[in-house]
Protein backbone atom coordinates (compact mmCIF):
# COMPACT_ATOMS: atom_id res chain seq x y z
CA UNK A 1 0.00 0.00 0.00
CA UNK A 2 1.12 3.79 -0.79
CA UNK A 3 -1.00 6.13 0.94
CA UNK A 4 -0.37 6.14 4.73
CA UNK A 5 -3.28 4.55 6.67
CA UNK A 6 -5.69 6.21 8.46
CA UNK A 7 -5.25 5.94 11.57
CA UNK A 8 -2.31 3.82 13.02
CA UNK A 9 -2.12 2.66 16.58
CA UNK A 10 1.28 1.57 17.91
CA UNK A 11 1.44 -0.05 22.00
CA UNK A 12 -1.39 1.64 23.07
CA UNK A 13 -1.72 1.27 26.57
CA UNK A 14 -4.46 2.26 28.85
CA UNK A 15 -5.13 0.47 32.27
CA UNK A 16 -7.56 0.80 35.03
CA UNK A 17 -6.16 -0.52 38.56
CA UNK A 18 -8.54 -1.42 41.27
CA UNK A 19 -6.54 -0.47 44.44
CA UNK A 20 -8.83 -2.45 46.74
CA UNK A 21 -7.55 -5.59 44.62
CA UNK A 22 -4.41 -4.69 44.01
CA UNK A 23 -3.40 -8.62 43.13
CA UNK A 24 -5.61 -8.94 39.92
CA UNK A 25 -4.44 -8.01 36.60
CA UNK A 26 -5.65 -4.63 35.18
CA UNK A 27 -8.24 -3.90 33.05
CA UNK A 28 -7.98 -1.70 30.14
CA UNK A 29 -5.96 -2.23 26.82
CA UNK A 30 -2.33 -3.43 26.63
CA UNK A 31 -0.12 -2.90 24.39
CA UNK A 32 -2.40 -2.89 21.19
CA UNK A 33 -0.90 -2.15 17.52
CA UNK A 34 -3.06 -2.01 14.24
CA UNK A 35 -3.86 0.39 11.06
CA UNK A 36 -7.29 1.07 9.90
CA UNK A 37 -6.96 1.87 5.70
CA UNK A 38 -8.51 4.95 4.24
CA UNK A 39 -11.86 3.92 3.59
CA UNK A 40 -11.78 0.31 5.21
CA UNK A 41 -14.55 -1.20 7.98
CA UNK A 42 -12.49 -2.63 10.44
CA UNK A 43 -14.67 -4.45 13.13
CA UNK A 44 -13.69 -4.82 16.95
CA UNK A 45 -15.24 -7.34 18.70
CA UNK A 46 -14.36 -9.29 21.96
CA UNK A 47 -16.93 -9.66 25.54
CA UNK A 48 -17.38 -6.82 27.50
CA UNK A 49 -14.85 -5.01 29.59
CA UNK A 50 -12.59 -6.33 27.11
CA UNK A 51 -11.23 -2.98 26.47
CA UNK A 52 -13.15 -2.10 23.11
CA UNK A 53 -14.62 0.95 24.31
CA UNK A 54 -11.76 2.02 26.27
CA UNK A 55 -9.53 1.76 23.02
CA UNK A 56 -12.12 3.42 20.94
CA UNK A 57 -12.24 6.38 23.67
CA UNK A 58 -8.64 6.84 23.37
CA UNK A 59 -8.71 6.88 19.21
CA UNK A 60 -10.88 9.95 19.34
CA UNK A 61 -8.99 11.70 22.35
CA UNK A 62 -11.55 11.32 24.92
CA UNK A 63 -9.19 9.44 27.05
CA UNK A 64 -5.43 9.76 27.72
CA UNK A 65 -3.19 6.73 26.90
CA UNK A 66 -0.25 5.80 29.88
CA UNK A 67 1.55 4.83 27.02
CA UNK A 68 1.83 4.22 22.76
CA UNK A 69 0.96 6.39 20.13
CA UNK A 70 -2.01 6.78 17.71
CA UNK A 71 -1.20 8.31 14.64
CA UNK A 72 -4.36 9.91 12.40
CA UNK A 73 -3.52 10.82 9.16
CA UNK A 74 0.06 11.11 9.79
CA UNK A 75 -0.28 12.99 13.42
CA UNK A 76 0.43 11.75 16.57
CA UNK A 77 -2.33 12.88 18.96
CA UNK A 78 0.40 12.76 21.86
CA UNK A 79 2.31 16.00 19.85
CA UNK A 80 -1.05 18.30 19.81
CA UNK A 81 -1.28 20.94 22.43
CA UNK A 82 -5.15 21.25 23.68
CA UNK A 83 -5.68 24.17 21.44
CA UNK A 84 -4.54 22.05 18.38
CA UNK A 85 -6.35 19.31 19.50
CA UNK A 86 -9.43 21.18 19.64
CA UNK A 87 -9.41 21.53 15.93
CA UNK A 88 -7.59 18.21 15.28
CA UNK A 89 -11.00 16.28 16.54
CA UNK A 90 -12.76 16.96 12.99
CA UNK A 91 -10.27 14.76 11.79
CA UNK A 92 -11.86 11.50 13.88
CA UNK A 93 -15.20 11.50 15.24
CA UNK A 94 -17.36 8.75 17.62
CA UNK A 95 -20.78 7.62 17.85
CA UNK A 96 -21.68 6.05 21.55
CA UNK A 97 -23.75 3.44 22.27
CA UNK A 98 -26.92 4.84 24.51
CA UNK A 99 -29.43 6.47 22.50
CA UNK A 100 -30.64 7.78 25.76
CA UNK A 101 -27.85 10.08 26.96
CA UNK A 102 -25.79 11.00 23.69
CA UNK A 103 -27.69 14.16 22.69
CA UNK A 104 -27.93 17.27 24.58
CA UNK A 105 -31.41 16.94 25.87
CA UNK A 106 -32.04 20.73 26.16
CA UNK A 107 -30.73 21.23 22.21
CA UNK A 108 -32.33 20.67 19.25
CA UNK A 109 -31.08 18.51 16.84
CA UNK A 110 -30.39 21.52 14.52
CA UNK A 111 -28.63 23.37 17.27
CA UNK A 112 -26.70 20.21 18.58
CA UNK A 113 -25.29 19.53 15.11
CA UNK A 114 -24.98 22.95 14.27
CA UNK A 115 -22.40 23.17 16.97
CA UNK A 116 -20.16 20.88 15.23
CA UNK A 117 -20.52 23.09 11.55
CA UNK A 118 -19.73 25.87 13.02
CA UNK A 119 -16.48 25.15 15.10
CA UNK A 120 -15.26 22.96 11.94
CA UNK A 121 -16.32 25.28 9.69
CA UNK A 122 -17.10 22.73 6.99
CA UNK A 123 -20.20 24.13 5.69
CA UNK A 124 -20.07 28.06 4.92
CA UNK A 125 -22.49 29.91 7.06
CA UNK A 126 -26.12 30.31 6.09
CA UNK A 127 -25.38 27.18 4.38
CA UNK A 128 -26.03 24.85 7.82
CA UNK A 129 -29.65 24.23 6.78
CA UNK A 130 -29.37 23.02 2.94
CA UNK A 131 -26.33 20.73 4.57
CA UNK A 132 -28.30 19.15 6.82
CA UNK A 133 -31.18 18.56 5.23
CA UNK A 134 -28.62 16.79 3.41
CA UNK A 135 -27.43 14.16 5.99
CA UNK A 136 -30.69 13.95 7.11
CA UNK A 137 -31.06 12.19 4.41
CA UNK A 138 -28.16 9.95 3.89
CA UNK A 139 -28.85 8.86 7.53
CA UNK A 140 -32.55 8.47 7.25
CA UNK A 141 -34.24 10.88 9.11
CA UNK A 142 -37.19 13.06 8.28
CA UNK A 143 -36.37 16.99 7.74
CA UNK A 144 -38.85 17.25 10.12
CA UNK A 145 -36.90 15.66 12.97
CA UNK A 146 -34.29 18.60 12.56
CA UNK A 147 -36.02 20.68 14.65
CA UNK A 148 -36.88 18.19 17.19
CA UNK A 149 -35.61 17.63 20.83
CA UNK A 150 -34.25 14.57 21.93
CA UNK A 151 -37.33 13.12 24.24
CA UNK A 152 -39.27 13.78 20.66
CA UNK A 153 -37.45 10.86 19.40
CA UNK A 154 -37.11 7.50 19.20
CA UNK A 155 -33.71 5.99 20.08
CA UNK A 156 -33.11 4.66 16.27
CA UNK A 157 -33.46 8.43 15.47
CA UNK A 158 -31.28 9.48 17.70
CA UNK A 159 -28.84 7.13 16.90
CA UNK A 160 -29.35 8.65 13.33
CA UNK A 161 -28.58 12.04 14.39
CA UNK A 162 -25.49 10.63 16.24
CA UNK A 163 -24.25 9.20 13.54
CA UNK A 164 -25.51 13.00 11.55
CA UNK A 165 -23.20 14.49 13.82
CA UNK A 166 -19.94 13.01 13.60
CA UNK A 167 -20.76 12.89 9.82
CA UNK A 168 -20.99 17.10 9.75
CA UNK A 169 -17.65 17.23 11.52
CA UNK A 170 -16.29 15.08 7.47
CA UNK A 171 -13.74 13.21 9.34
CA UNK A 172 -11.68 10.64 7.84
CA UNK A 173 -12.59 7.64 10.74
CA UNK A 174 -15.65 7.40 12.20
CA UNK A 175 -15.56 5.17 15.68
CA UNK A 176 -18.97 3.52 16.48
CA UNK A 177 -19.17 2.35 19.75
CA UNK A 178 -21.56 -0.25 19.47
CA UNK A 179 -23.87 2.09 18.00
CA UNK A 180 -26.93 -0.65 17.45
CA UNK A 181 -26.86 -2.70 20.72
CA UNK A 182 -28.86 -0.52 22.54
CA UNK A 183 -31.85 -0.58 19.66
CA UNK A 184 -34.71 -2.89 18.85
CA UNK A 185 -33.73 -5.62 16.56
CA UNK A 186 -35.65 -4.30 13.75
CA UNK A 187 -34.25 -0.60 14.08
CA UNK A 188 -30.70 -2.44 14.95
CA UNK A 189 -31.21 -3.83 11.13
CA UNK A 190 -32.08 -0.38 9.43
CA UNK A 191 -29.53 1.56 11.01
CA UNK A 192 -26.70 -1.17 10.20
CA UNK A 193 -28.49 -1.08 6.52
CA UNK A 194 -27.81 2.58 6.93
CA UNK A 195 -24.59 2.46 8.18
CA UNK A 196 -23.39 0.48 5.30
CA UNK A 197 -24.69 2.27 2.33
CA UNK A 198 -23.58 5.38 3.58
CA UNK A 199 -19.88 4.14 4.24
CA UNK A 200 -20.19 2.87 0.79
CA UNK A 201 -21.13 6.15 -0.24
CA UNK A 202 -19.27 8.50 2.06
CA UNK A 203 -16.29 6.77 1.73
CA UNK A 204 -15.14 7.42 5.70
CA UNK A 205 -12.99 4.53 7.19
CA UNK A 206 -14.94 3.02 9.78
CA UNK A 207 -13.73 1.63 13.50
CA UNK A 208 -16.75 -0.77 14.44
CA UNK A 209 -17.03 -1.50 18.15
CA UNK A 210 -19.57 -4.22 18.70
CA UNK A 211 -19.90 -7.55 20.77
CA UNK A 212 -22.40 -9.17 17.95
CA UNK A 213 -20.63 -11.50 15.14
CA UNK A 214 -23.79 -10.60 13.10
CA UNK A 215 -23.01 -7.28 12.84
CA UNK A 216 -19.77 -7.01 12.47
CA UNK A 217 -20.12 -10.06 10.16
CA UNK A 218 -22.60 -7.71 8.27
CA UNK A 219 -20.67 -4.55 7.94
CA UNK A 220 -17.11 -5.26 8.19
CA UNK A 221 -14.38 -6.21 5.93
CA UNK A 222 -11.87 -6.61 8.10
CA UNK A 223 -12.13 -7.84 11.93
CA UNK A 224 -9.84 -7.69 15.28
CA UNK A 225 -10.54 -9.85 18.03
CA UNK A 226 -9.71 -8.53 21.32
CA UNK A 227 -9.62 -10.84 25.11
CA UNK A 228 -8.75 -8.38 28.46
CA UNK A 229 -7.36 -6.03 26.31
CA UNK A 230 -5.35 -7.65 23.86
CA UNK A 231 -5.86 -8.43 20.14
CA UNK A 232 -5.41 -12.08 20.04
CA UNK A 233 -6.56 -12.24 16.21
CA UNK A 234 -7.04 -10.22 13.31
CA UNK A 235 -7.37 -10.30 9.63
CA UNK A 236 -9.99 -10.39 6.91
CA UNK A 237 -13.44 -10.90 8.16
CA UNK A 238 -14.61 -14.29 6.03
CA UNK A 239 -11.06 -15.56 7.32
CA UNK A 240 -11.42 -14.56 11.34
CA UNK A 241 -14.97 -15.45 11.18
CA UNK A 242 -15.23 -18.41 8.96
CA UNK A 243 -11.92 -20.44 10.04
CA UNK A 244 -10.92 -18.99 13.37
CA UNK A 245 -7.45 -20.00 14.20
CA UNK A 246 -7.65 -18.62 17.83
CA UNK A 247 -9.04 -20.99 20.48
CA UNK A 248 -10.90 -17.83 21.59
CA UNK A 249 -12.39 -16.34 18.35
CA UNK A 250 -13.48 -20.04 17.78
CA UNK A 251 -15.09 -20.47 21.50
CA UNK A 252 -16.02 -16.96 20.57
CA UNK A 253 -18.34 -17.93 17.48
CA UNK A 254 -19.04 -21.17 18.68
CA UNK A 255 -21.45 -19.07 21.15
CA UNK A 256 -23.10 -16.83 18.42
CA UNK A 257 -26.58 -18.46 18.14
CA UNK A 258 -26.85 -19.33 14.21
CA UNK A 259 -30.29 -21.25 12.57
CA UNK A 260 -28.19 -23.86 11.27
CA UNK A 261 -26.13 -25.17 14.26
CA UNK A 262 -22.69 -26.48 13.21
CA UNK A 263 -21.99 -30.19 13.70
CA UNK A 264 -19.81 -31.50 16.13
CA UNK A 265 -18.87 -30.33 18.83
CA UNK A 266 -17.89 -26.76 19.74
CA UNK A 267 -15.51 -25.66 21.42
CA UNK A 268 -15.88 -23.42 24.37
CA UNK A 269 -13.61 -21.40 27.24
CA UNK A 270 -14.09 -22.90 30.35
CA UNK A 271 -16.04 -20.75 33.15
CA UNK A 272 -16.18 -16.76 33.08
CA UNK A 273 -13.19 -14.14 33.10
CA UNK A 274 -11.36 -13.70 36.64
CA UNK A 275 -8.88 -11.30 36.76
CA UNK A 276 -7.66 -13.33 39.71
CA UNK A 277 -6.53 -16.37 37.43
CA UNK A 278 -4.53 -14.30 35.25
CA UNK A 279 -0.78 -13.81 35.82
CA UNK A 280 1.54 -11.60 34.22
CA UNK A 281 3.31 -11.66 31.04
CA UNK A 282 1.45 -15.26 30.08
CA UNK A 283 -1.54 -15.92 27.83
CA UNK A 284 -4.23 -13.71 28.47
CA UNK A 285 -6.80 -16.43 27.33
CA UNK A 286 -4.89 -19.53 29.54
CA UNK A 287 -6.75 -19.31 32.20
CA UNK A 288 -10.01 -20.02 30.27
CA UNK A 289 -7.92 -21.73 26.94
CA UNK A 290 -9.35 -25.43 26.19
CA UNK A 291 -5.97 -25.77 24.57
CA UNK A 292 -4.28 -24.65 27.29
CA UNK A 293 -0.78 -25.93 27.77
CA UNK A 294 2.92 -24.73 29.97
CA UNK A 295 4.09 -22.87 27.22
CA UNK A 296 1.11 -20.52 27.48
CA UNK A 297 2.67 -19.59 30.68
CA UNK A 298 4.55 -16.80 28.33
CA UNK A 299 2.72 -14.25 26.22
CA UNK A 300 2.57 -16.29 22.75
CA UNK A 301 4.15 -14.10 19.80
CA UNK A 302 1.84 -12.59 16.78
CA UNK A 303 2.34 -15.37 14.19
CA UNK A 304 1.86 -14.07 10.23
CA UNK A 305 -0.70 -16.08 8.38
CA UNK A 306 -1.48 -15.19 4.81
CA UNK A 307 -4.07 -12.88 3.42
CA UNK A 308 -3.25 -10.38 6.45
CA UNK A 309 -4.18 -12.73 9.27
CA UNK A 310 -2.67 -12.78 12.41
CA UNK A 311 -2.62 -14.84 15.52
CA UNK A 312 -1.71 -14.62 18.75
CA UNK A 313 -1.56 -18.22 19.83
CA UNK A 314 1.10 -20.76 20.54
CA UNK A 315 -0.97 -23.59 18.70
CA UNK A 316 -0.86 -21.15 15.15
CA UNK A 317 2.89 -20.23 15.82
CA UNK A 318 3.85 -23.81 15.87
CA UNK A 319 1.23 -24.73 12.51
CA UNK A 320 2.86 -21.83 10.55
CA UNK A 321 6.34 -23.52 11.33
CA UNK A 322 5.31 -27.22 10.87
CA UNK A 323 2.77 -27.19 8.08
CA UNK A 324 -0.86 -27.49 7.99
CA UNK A 325 -2.57 -25.74 10.50
CA UNK A 326 -4.79 -28.76 12.41
CA UNK A 327 -6.85 -26.59 15.39
CA UNK A 328 -9.29 -29.22 16.39
CA UNK A 329 -7.18 -31.64 17.73
CA UNK A 330 -6.35 -30.44 20.76
CA UNK A 331 -2.79 -30.42 22.58
CA UNK A 332 -1.43 -32.08 25.33
CA UNK A 333 -3.26 -30.48 28.38
CA UNK A 334 -1.46 -29.59 31.12
CA UNK A 335 -3.31 -29.85 34.56
CA UNK A 336 -3.88 -26.58 36.63
CA UNK B 1 -66.85 -36.53 29.90
CA UNK B 2 -68.41 -34.26 28.27
CA UNK B 3 -66.75 -31.45 26.25
CA UNK B 4 -68.03 -28.19 26.79
CA UNK B 5 -66.68 -25.03 24.71
CA UNK B 6 -65.80 -22.18 26.96
CA UNK B 7 -67.56 -18.62 24.94
CA UNK B 8 -64.34 -16.67 23.84
CA UNK B 9 -63.72 -14.31 26.54
CA UNK B 10 -65.44 -10.39 25.84
CA UNK B 11 -62.62 -7.59 26.11
CA UNK B 12 -62.87 -5.48 29.01
CA UNK B 13 -64.18 -2.57 28.55
CA UNK B 14 -61.79 0.28 28.92
CA UNK B 15 -62.60 2.62 32.36
CA UNK B 16 -64.91 5.20 31.42
CA UNK B 17 -62.93 8.33 30.87
CA UNK B 18 -63.71 11.43 32.79
CA UNK B 19 -66.02 14.04 30.94
CA UNK B 20 -63.88 16.01 28.47
CA UNK B 21 -61.54 18.79 29.97
CA UNK B 22 -63.31 21.86 31.10
CA UNK B 23 -60.82 24.63 31.26
CA UNK B 24 -60.54 24.37 34.97
CA UNK B 25 -59.97 20.83 35.01
CA UNK B 26 -56.75 21.47 32.29
CA UNK B 27 -55.85 24.32 34.85
CA UNK B 28 -56.08 22.46 38.28
CA UNK B 29 -54.65 18.87 36.87
CA UNK B 30 -52.51 20.31 33.89
CA UNK B 31 -50.45 22.62 36.33
CA UNK B 32 -51.02 21.79 39.44
CA UNK B 33 -51.39 18.00 38.89
CA UNK B 34 -54.45 17.99 41.29
CA UNK B 35 -52.81 19.85 44.15
CA UNK B 36 -54.68 21.77 46.43
CA UNK B 37 -52.32 22.68 48.31
CA UNK B 38 -50.41 23.78 45.95
CA UNK B 39 -53.16 25.87 44.01
CA UNK B 40 -53.84 27.27 47.57
CA UNK B 41 -49.92 28.34 48.42
CA UNK B 42 -49.96 29.71 44.43
CA UNK B 43 -53.33 31.76 45.18
CA UNK B 44 -52.22 32.84 48.11
CA UNK B 45 -48.57 33.97 46.79
CA UNK B 46 -50.52 35.78 44.22
CA UNK B 47 -51.83 37.64 46.56
CA UNK B 48 -49.44 38.64 48.93
CA UNK B 49 -46.95 39.38 45.80
CA UNK B 50 -50.12 41.59 44.10
CA UNK B 51 -50.30 43.47 47.79
CA UNK B 52 -46.25 43.95 48.00
CA UNK B 53 -46.46 45.17 44.30
CA UNK B 54 -49.37 47.73 44.78
CA UNK B 55 -48.40 48.95 48.10
CA UNK B 56 -47.47 52.57 47.70
CA UNK B 57 -51.05 52.65 46.94
CA UNK B 58 -52.85 50.89 48.88
CA UNK B 59 -51.53 52.43 52.22
CA UNK B 60 -54.05 54.56 54.46
CA UNK B 61 -51.47 56.54 55.59
CA UNK B 62 -47.77 57.38 55.82
CA UNK B 63 -46.05 53.96 56.88
CA UNK B 64 -43.34 56.59 59.05
CA UNK B 65 -45.38 59.07 59.81
CA UNK B 66 -45.57 59.64 63.85
CA UNK B 67 -48.69 61.36 65.44
CA UNK B 68 -49.76 61.63 68.83
CA UNK B 69 -52.43 59.25 68.63
CA UNK B 70 -50.42 55.96 70.09
CA UNK B 71 -51.62 52.79 70.49
CA UNK B 72 -55.28 53.34 69.25
CA UNK B 73 -56.83 49.83 68.90
CA UNK B 74 -58.68 48.88 65.25
CA UNK B 75 -60.82 51.56 64.29
CA UNK B 76 -62.00 52.49 60.76
CA UNK B 77 -59.88 55.37 60.39
CA UNK B 78 -56.80 52.83 61.65
CA UNK B 79 -57.63 49.32 60.27
CA UNK B 80 -54.98 47.84 62.40
CA UNK B 81 -54.94 50.43 64.71
CA UNK B 82 -51.52 52.70 65.60
CA UNK B 83 -48.51 51.73 67.22
CA UNK B 84 -46.29 53.24 70.08
CA UNK B 85 -45.42 56.27 67.75
CA UNK B 86 -49.27 56.89 66.44
CA UNK B 87 -48.33 55.14 63.13
CA UNK B 88 -50.69 53.26 61.18
CA UNK B 89 -50.17 49.63 61.52
CA UNK B 90 -51.69 48.87 58.37
CA UNK B 91 -49.75 50.94 56.34
CA UNK B 92 -46.31 49.56 57.71
CA UNK B 93 -47.59 45.92 57.34
CA UNK B 94 -47.92 46.46 53.80
CA UNK B 95 -44.68 48.33 53.07
CA UNK B 96 -42.64 45.88 55.32
CA UNK B 97 -44.09 43.07 53.07
CA UNK B 98 -42.87 44.96 49.80
CA UNK B 99 -39.52 45.82 51.38
CA UNK B 100 -39.07 41.91 52.79
CA UNK B 101 -39.94 40.71 49.17
CA UNK B 102 -37.27 42.76 47.70
CA UNK B 103 -34.69 41.92 50.33
CA UNK B 104 -35.08 38.47 50.61
CA UNK B 105 -35.26 37.88 46.79
CA UNK B 106 -32.13 40.03 45.80
CA UNK B 107 -30.10 37.82 48.83
CA UNK B 108 -31.59 34.55 46.68
CA UNK B 109 -31.06 35.68 43.14
CA UNK B 110 -27.72 36.83 44.15
CA UNK B 111 -27.25 32.96 45.87
CA UNK B 112 -28.72 31.54 43.00
CA UNK B 113 -26.75 33.27 40.78
CA UNK B 114 -22.73 32.69 42.64
CA UNK B 115 -23.68 29.50 44.36
CA UNK B 116 -24.87 28.14 40.75
CA UNK B 117 -22.28 29.43 39.01
CA UNK B 118 -19.35 28.23 41.70
CA UNK B 119 -20.86 24.50 41.97
CA UNK B 120 -21.06 24.52 38.14
CA UNK B 121 -17.18 25.38 37.56
CA UNK B 122 -16.31 23.15 41.10
CA UNK B 123 -18.33 19.85 39.46
CA UNK B 124 -16.51 20.46 35.77
CA UNK B 125 -12.99 21.28 36.58
CA UNK B 126 -12.36 19.47 40.34
CA UNK B 127 -9.09 19.28 41.93
CA UNK B 128 -7.67 21.90 44.79
CA UNK B 129 -10.16 24.64 43.27
CA UNK B 130 -13.64 22.61 44.10
CA UNK B 131 -11.63 21.52 47.49
CA UNK B 132 -11.30 25.01 48.44
CA UNK B 133 -14.34 26.27 47.50
CA UNK B 134 -15.88 23.02 49.21
CA UNK B 135 -14.29 23.58 52.05
CA UNK B 136 -15.50 27.27 52.37
CA UNK B 137 -18.61 25.92 51.97
CA UNK B 138 -18.28 23.41 54.76
CA UNK B 139 -17.12 26.15 56.93
CA UNK B 140 -20.04 28.44 56.33
CA UNK B 141 -22.57 25.31 56.49
CA UNK B 142 -21.04 24.30 60.03
CA UNK B 143 -22.20 27.79 61.99
CA UNK B 144 -25.64 28.10 63.05
CA UNK B 145 -26.92 30.58 60.42
CA UNK B 146 -28.62 33.33 62.28
CA UNK B 147 -25.26 33.17 63.88
CA UNK B 148 -23.16 33.76 61.27
CA UNK B 149 -25.23 36.55 59.38
CA UNK B 150 -25.46 38.61 62.99
CA UNK B 151 -21.60 38.28 63.13
CA UNK B 152 -21.50 39.46 59.14
CA UNK B 153 -23.76 42.72 60.08
CA UNK B 154 -22.23 43.67 62.83
CA UNK B 155 -19.04 43.77 60.81
CA UNK B 156 -20.32 45.30 57.72
CA UNK B 157 -22.67 47.96 60.09
CA UNK B 158 -26.31 47.98 59.88
CA UNK B 159 -28.64 48.68 56.34
CA UNK B 160 -30.25 47.34 53.95
CA UNK B 161 -27.22 46.04 51.77
CA UNK B 162 -25.65 44.41 54.44
CA UNK B 163 -28.81 42.08 54.89
CA UNK B 164 -28.93 41.56 51.48
CA UNK B 165 -25.05 40.50 51.09
CA UNK B 166 -25.38 38.71 54.36
CA UNK B 167 -28.35 36.34 53.32
CA UNK B 168 -26.18 35.96 49.58
CA UNK B 169 -23.52 34.41 51.25
CA UNK B 170 -25.18 32.32 53.89
CA UNK B 171 -27.44 30.94 50.97
CA UNK B 172 -24.69 30.19 48.45
CA UNK B 173 -23.93 26.65 49.74
CA UNK B 174 -27.28 25.29 48.92
CA UNK B 175 -26.60 26.18 45.54
CA UNK B 176 -23.41 25.33 45.11
CA UNK B 177 -23.52 22.18 46.29
CA UNK B 178 -27.07 20.96 44.45
CA UNK B 179 -25.51 22.30 41.25
CA UNK B 180 -21.72 20.76 42.04
CA UNK B 181 -23.71 17.54 42.11
CA UNK B 182 -25.76 17.99 38.97
CA UNK B 183 -22.67 18.73 37.07
CA UNK B 184 -20.37 15.49 38.71
CA UNK B 185 -23.22 13.20 37.52
CA UNK B 186 -24.12 15.04 33.75
CA UNK B 187 -20.41 15.53 32.74
CA UNK B 188 -19.45 12.52 32.14
CA UNK B 189 -22.22 11.72 29.96
CA UNK B 190 -22.00 10.81 26.70
CA UNK B 191 -23.73 13.69 25.10
CA UNK B 192 -20.57 16.06 26.57
CA UNK B 193 -17.91 13.85 25.09
CA UNK B 194 -20.15 14.10 21.90
CA UNK B 195 -19.72 18.26 22.07
CA UNK B 196 -16.43 17.65 23.01
CA UNK B 197 -15.88 15.64 19.76
CA UNK B 198 -17.82 18.57 17.70
CA UNK B 199 -15.36 21.11 18.66
CA UNK B 200 -17.29 22.48 21.51
CA UNK B 201 -14.33 24.77 23.86
CA UNK B 202 -14.68 24.24 27.28
CA UNK B 203 -16.48 27.79 27.95
CA UNK B 204 -19.34 26.21 25.55
CA UNK B 205 -19.24 22.66 26.97
CA UNK B 206 -19.59 24.60 30.55
CA UNK B 207 -22.37 27.18 29.86
CA UNK B 208 -24.31 25.43 26.72
CA UNK B 209 -24.26 21.54 27.28
CA UNK B 210 -23.49 21.21 31.31
CA UNK B 211 -25.93 24.26 32.42
CA UNK B 212 -28.94 24.00 31.04
CA UNK B 213 -29.23 20.54 32.16
CA UNK B 214 -28.23 21.29 36.06
CA UNK B 215 -30.64 23.99 36.68
CA UNK B 216 -33.88 22.66 37.26
CA UNK B 217 -33.27 21.81 41.24
CA UNK B 218 -32.78 25.56 41.58
CA UNK B 219 -36.47 25.86 41.03
CA UNK B 220 -37.64 23.99 44.25
CA UNK B 221 -34.97 25.03 45.97
CA UNK B 222 -35.38 28.58 45.22
CA UNK B 223 -38.83 29.00 46.26
CA UNK B 224 -38.17 26.86 49.23
CA UNK B 225 -35.06 28.87 50.14
CA UNK B 226 -37.63 32.49 49.20
CA UNK B 227 -39.21 31.14 52.40
CA UNK B 228 -36.24 30.69 54.58
CA UNK B 229 -34.95 33.54 53.70
CA UNK B 230 -38.04 36.32 54.32
CA UNK B 231 -38.29 34.38 57.87
CA UNK B 232 -34.21 35.08 58.43
CA UNK B 233 -34.79 38.48 57.43
CA UNK B 234 -37.80 39.11 60.14
CA UNK B 235 -35.66 36.72 62.58
CA UNK B 236 -32.16 39.22 62.19
CA UNK B 237 -34.71 42.64 62.13
CA UNK B 238 -36.72 41.28 65.10
CA UNK B 239 -32.95 40.77 66.87
CA UNK B 240 -32.48 44.20 66.36
CA UNK B 241 -29.72 43.87 63.53
CA UNK B 242 -31.52 43.53 60.82
CA UNK B 243 -33.57 45.96 59.11
CA UNK B 244 -33.21 48.96 61.44
CA UNK B 245 -36.17 51.05 62.47
CA UNK B 246 -37.87 53.35 61.65
CA UNK B 247 -38.01 51.60 58.14
CA UNK B 248 -41.13 49.36 58.46
CA UNK B 249 -40.23 45.07 58.81
CA UNK B 250 -42.28 42.37 59.49
CA UNK B 251 -39.61 41.31 62.07
CA UNK B 252 -38.90 44.52 63.80
CA UNK B 253 -42.82 45.34 64.02
CA UNK B 254 -43.49 41.79 65.47
CA UNK B 255 -40.56 43.11 68.10
CA UNK B 256 -42.05 46.54 68.76
CA UNK B 257 -44.81 44.63 69.42
CA UNK B 258 -44.26 42.30 72.32
CA UNK B 259 -43.60 44.82 74.23
CA UNK B 260 -47.12 46.45 74.11
CA UNK B 261 -48.20 43.05 74.55
CA UNK B 262 -48.70 43.02 77.84
CA UNK B 263 -50.40 46.06 77.85
CA UNK B 264 -53.30 44.29 76.16
CA UNK B 265 -51.79 46.15 72.42
CA UNK B 266 -52.19 43.06 70.19
CA UNK B 267 -52.98 44.80 67.04
CA UNK B 268 -49.64 46.04 67.06
CA UNK B 269 -48.39 42.28 66.64
CA UNK B 270 -50.81 40.40 64.83
CA UNK B 271 -51.01 41.80 61.75
CA UNK B 272 -47.27 42.05 60.68
CA UNK B 273 -46.92 38.21 62.15
CA UNK B 274 -49.88 36.78 60.41
CA UNK B 275 -48.37 38.15 57.28
CA UNK B 276 -45.19 37.23 57.87
CA UNK B 277 -46.38 33.42 58.77
CA UNK B 278 -48.84 33.53 55.65
CA UNK B 279 -45.85 34.61 53.31
CA UNK B 280 -43.27 31.83 54.53
CA UNK B 281 -46.47 29.22 54.33
CA UNK B 282 -47.49 30.00 51.06
CA UNK B 283 -43.72 30.21 49.82
CA UNK B 284 -43.04 26.12 51.33
CA UNK B 285 -46.56 25.21 49.94
CA UNK B 286 -45.79 25.93 46.11
CA UNK B 287 -42.06 24.67 46.41
CA UNK B 288 -43.34 21.50 48.06
CA UNK B 289 -45.56 21.47 45.23
CA UNK B 290 -43.23 22.26 42.64
CA UNK B 291 -40.68 19.88 44.07
CA UNK B 292 -43.65 16.91 43.22
CA UNK B 293 -44.27 18.55 39.41
CA UNK B 294 -40.82 18.94 38.92
CA UNK B 295 -38.73 15.67 40.05
CA UNK B 296 -40.34 12.76 38.49
CA UNK B 297 -39.48 10.43 41.03
CA UNK B 298 -41.83 11.54 43.44
CA UNK B 299 -44.43 12.11 40.65
CA UNK B 300 -47.60 9.78 41.63
CA UNK B 301 -49.08 8.13 38.29
Known amino acids: MTASPVLSVRKLTKLFGDRTRPEAVNVGVRGVSFDVEGGEVVGLIGESGCGKTTLGRCVVGLQKPDDGHIVINDTDLASLSPARMRTFRKAVQIVFQRPETCLNPRMSVFTFVKQAMRNFDTVPRGHERARMIELAQLVGLKEEALDRFPHQLSGGERQRVAIMRALACEPSLIVLDEPTSALDVSVQAQVLRTLKDLQREVGTSFLFISHDVAVVRYICSRVMVMYLGVIVEEGPSEIVLGHPVHPYTQALLAAAPRITPKPGPHPSLKGELVLADVGPGECPVRARCPMAHERCRTAPPVTQLPEGHRVACWLAADAATDGPISIQTPSKKVPQ | ?301
Open chain 2, 1 to 301: MNMRVDPMPTTPALPRRPAGPTPWRRFYYGIFGGDALGLAGTAMLAALLAIAIVGPWLVTHDPLLTTPQTLLPPTAEHWLGTDHFGRDVFSRTITSLRIDFIVAGLGVSGAILIGSLLGLVCGYVGGWFDDLVMRGVDIVQSFPLLLIAMVLILVMGPGLESIVIVTVLINIPIYARVIRGETLSRKTLEYIDAARCSGASEMSILFRHLMPNTLSPIIVHGSLNLAAAVGNVAALSFLGVGIRPPTPDLGVMVAEGTNYLVQGAWWMSIGPGLVLALTIFSLNLLGDCLEGRLDPRRTEA
